[in-house]
């Protein structure tokens, strides 16, 4: 059946591209989670999705980093939004959400009691507004469908998407949702997702929680990222679930064909790359002067390196980190540095102050 629009009344407007001013992508957790955009959480129901959710929640209302994050990171406390109809907020969020140490006074979510949210319910904009949000989980994608909407249907769950995807551009609110995976074993984890391919489609990452294959720990489960639009995929990141919280334990190189044992290749990589990224990093601070970290890391993301890989090999390399004047910069440390910034009084200054 054809559906009829009528754009009659509607008024032409046209934007030229030298009237937008280009910006970069921010992210709230790099390379996982980017702000102002939809993010997807996938996986098998009871392997630990929304207790990594409370537990990425209560860092983010405290301000403090996020697993593995670079620590030349800097952030600030948000406030976040937990919406979910499969946990009680007495007994089960608030409780976990404690365990991980989270500001509750930061924590806010939409009474559900007389109408169920959908995801183009104008109360998610209006609370978002309210109370500052920049974080909304919604646990899980199938209980915000709506009536009328069927999860299978790639043009009804996109119209669905949009109004997310407009919300988070518009008030400045990075977006997660958490859903649920087929019983498809065997397939690229990519297109496990319940539903149309077209929720990991609108989404600008896409992540997934399965519990490894080779451990003995049955607690043990490991985050990978099937789909980044705006930055290299991340590492995997290996973590065990306890009562009430989630205890973050390494990263990781594993492919999510791998994690979710789709090939038959081993799991992880040699330390061939490591050590190719630690020779990368030693050529790019030859020199002994500071180099800004925003531009050394891209460089090696170019050549092909992981941010995990990056950082443990300026970790083995014991390259330093300061920040001056607001930006990160790197050098290789000196056997006779000084404990202040620009300690050899013939160094280059390469920022002007």
Same mark, same amino acid.
């Given at each position: 059946?054809?559906?009829?629009?009528?754009?009659?009344?509607? /008024?032409?407007?046209?934007?030229?591209?030298?009237?937008?001013?280009?910006?970069?992508?921010?992210?709230?957790?790099?390379?996982?989670?980017?702000?102002?955009?939809?993010?997807?959480?996938?996986? =098998? @129901? $009871?392997?630990? /999705?929304?207790?990594?959710?409370?537990?990425?929640?209560?860092?983010?209302?405290?301000?403090?980093?996020?697993?593995?994050?670079?620590?030349? &990171?800097?952030?600030? @406390?948000?406030?976040?939004?937990?919406? #979910? &109809?499969?946990?009680?907020?007495?007994?089960?969020?608030?409780?976990?959400?404690?365990?991980?140490? $989270?500001?509750?006074?930061?924590?806010?979510?939409?009474?559900?009691?007389?109408?169920?949210?959908?995801?183009?319910?104008?109360?998610? @904009?209006?609370?978002?507004?309210?109370?500052?949000?920049?974080?909304?989980?919604?646990?899980?994608?199938?209980?915000?469908?709506?009536?009328?909407?069927?999860?299978?249907?790639?043009?009804?769950?996109?119209?669905?998407?949009?109004?997310?995807?407009?919300?988070?551009?518009?008030?400045?609110? &990075?977006?997660?949702?958490?859903?649920?995976?087929? /019983?498809?074993?065997?397939?690229?984890?990519?297109?496990? =997702?319940?539903?149309?391919?077209?929720?990991?489609?609108?989404?600008?990452?896409?992540?997934?929680?399965?519990?490894? /294959?080779?451990?003995?720990?049955?607690?043990?489960?490991?985050?990978?990222?099937?789909?980044?639009?705006?930055?290299?995929?991340?590492?995997?990141?290996?973590?065990?679930? #306890?009562?009430?919280?989630?205890?973050?334990?390494?990263?990781?190189?594993?492919?999510?064909?791998?994690?979710?044992?789709?090939?038959?290749?081993?799991?992880?990589?040699?330390?061939?790359?490591?050590?190719?990224?630690?020779?990368?990093?030693?050529?790019?601070?030859?020199?002994?002067?500071?180099?800004?970290?925003?531009?050394?890391?891209?460089?090696?993301?170019?050549?092909?390196? #992981?941010?995990?890989?990056?950082? =443990?090999?300026?970790?083995?390399?014991?390259?330093?980190?300061?920040? @001056?004047?607001?930006?990160?910069?790197?050098?290789?440390?000196?056997?006779?540095?000084?404990?202040?910034?620009?300690?050899?009084?013939?160094?280059?200054?390469?920022?002007?102050?």
């Amino acid at each position: 059946m054809n559906t009829q629009y009528d754009y009659s009344g509607v /008024k032409l407007e046209t934007q030229l591209a030298t009237e937008i001013e280009p910006k970069d992508v921010q992210f709230l957790w790099y390379p996982y989670i980017p702000k102002s955009k939809v993010t997807v959480l996938t996986g =098998n @129901p $009871g392997d630990g /999705k929304s207790k990594f959710l409370i537990a990425l929640a209560a860092m983010a209302t405290t301000g403090k980093p996020f697993p593995f994050e670079d620590e030349d &990171t800097d952030r600030e @406390p948000i406030t976040v939004m937990y919406q #979910t &109809t499969e946990d009680g907020y007495d007994d089960t969020v608030i409780p976990r959400f404690d365990a991980s140490g $989270g500001d509750r006074s930061r924590m806010v979510h939409i009474k559900e009691d007389e109408q169920h949210l959908t995801l183009g319910d104008p109360r998610i @904009p209006e609370a978002i507004r309210r109370h500052n949000v920049k974080l909304l989980i919604l646990d899980p994608l199938s209980s915000y469908i709506g009536d009328g909407c069927s999860m299978n249907q790639a043009n009804e769950m996109r119209a669905r998407l949009n109004n997310l995807i407009q919300a988070a551009d518009e008030l400045k609110c &990075t977006i997660v949702i958490a859903a649920h995976m087929n /019983k498809m074993e065997g397939l690229n984890p990519l297109y496990r =997702n319940s539903g149309s391919v077209d929720i990991i489609g609108a989404s600008r990452s896409a992540l997934a929680i399965t519990r490894p /294959k080779e451990s003995d720990n049955p607690n043990e489960r490991i985050l990978v990222q099937l789909k980044a639009n705006l930055a290299p995929i991340g590492s995997g990141i290996v973590f065990e679930t #306890t009562e009430r919280s989630i205890n973050f334990l390494e990263e990781k190189e594993i492919t999510p064909d791998e994690a979710f044992g789709v090939s038959g290749r081993k799991v992880g990589r040699p330390n061939v790359k490591l050590q190719a990224a630690i020779e990368a990093m030693s050529e790019i601070l030859s020199d002994g002067k500071w180099h800004p970290t925003k531009e050394c890391s891209e460089e090696l993301m170019k050549r092909g390196f #992981t941010p995990a890989t990056i950082k =443990n090999a300026k970790k083995t390399l014991g390259v330093e980190s300061q920040k @001056p004047h607001g930006s990160f910069v790197w050098r290789l440390k000196k056997e006779d540095d000084q404990d202040h910034f620009f300690a050899d009084s013939d160094e280059e200054n390469p920022f002007g102050f």
